[in-house]
T-cell receptor
Framework: AQSVAQPEDQVNVAEGNPLTVKCTYSVSGNPYLFWYVQYPNRGLQFLLKYITGDNLVKGSYGFEAEFNKSQTSFHLKKPSALVSDSALYFCAVSPLYNTDKLIFGTGTRLQVFP | DTGVSQDPRHKITKRGQNVTFRCDPISEHNRLYWYRQTLGQGPEFLTYFQNEAQLEKSRLLSDRFSAERPKGSFSTLEIQRTEQGDSAMYLC??????????????FGPGTRLTVT
């Protein structure tokens, strides 16, 4: 079965420290991978995607993600966290070319403390 | 604002009533998606359209659910004979897909449905 796992319900980090939000996937074939962020009372906002090419993908608001095919992971990272980064983060995979429905993980709440 | 819009933002209804939600995608986007999100979960795919054609429906979409996109622009999602288990946030997203491109989906703010 095709699935996405976000093993941490919550990640806590101090402002200015690097952050990592973990994501692993299980799909057949080459995956298309995405990260979205959800702020309270707002819709999901696209952060970044991996389709092909360089394993390190840069996205919005200083976030980046590293695709690791051997570990089937797509972890979200940021070198220096901001309090305003506190939100709910979702990893998603689109398993089939030209279908592009998204399969989401259960989300990880990021809390950045001042 | 040129993003995806959804109406209403909140809907409270009694069990057994019918409800209809509307989604207006980003104007140049040819694909439109519906997802459902319950508390503590990620969004789950329900259905999607390319222009006016409904190309895929999830098994989550029971016979009580129907979606349309009659002119390839806005879409409606109707739930008939609502049940308490239908209480959720209903999200709409749109994307532009052409040729071999694979584009990200842009989400609306959602319609929160509460069935009492």
């Amino acid at each position: 079965a095709q699935s996405v796992a976000q093993p941490e319900d919550q990640v806590n980090v101090a402002e200015g420290n690097p952050l990592t939000v973990k994501c692993t996937y299980s799909v057949s074939g080459n995956p298309y991978l995405f990260w979205y962020v959800q702020y309270p009372n707002r819709g999901l906002q696209f952060l970044l995607k991996y389709i092909t090419g360089d394993n390190l993908v840069k996205g919005s608001y200083g976030f980046e993600a590293e695709f690791n095919k051997s570990q089937t992971s797509f972890h979200l990272k940021k070198p220096s966290a901001l309090v305003s980064d506190s939100a709910l983060y979702f990893c998603a995979v689109s398993p089939l070319y030209n279908t592009d429905k998204l399969i989401f993980g259960t989300g990880t709440r990021l809390q950045v403390f001042p | 604002d040129t993003g995806v819009s959804q109406d209403p933002r909140h809907k409270i209804t009694k069990r057994g009533q019918n409800v209809t939600f509307r989604c207006d995608p980003i104007s140049e986007h040819n694909r439109l998606y519906w997802y459902r999100q319950t508390l503590g979960q990620g969004p789950e795919f329900l259905t999607y359209f390319q222009n006016e054609a409904q190309l895929e429906k999830s098994r989550l979409l029971s016979d009580r659910f129907s979606a349309e996109r009659p002119k390839g622009s806005f879409s409606t999602l109707e739930i008939q004979r609502t049940e308490q288990g239908d209480s959720a946030m209903y999200l709409c997203a749109s994307s532009h897909t052409s040729g071999t491109g694979h584009y990200e989906q842009y989400f609306g703010p959602g319609t929160r449905l509460t069935v009492t």
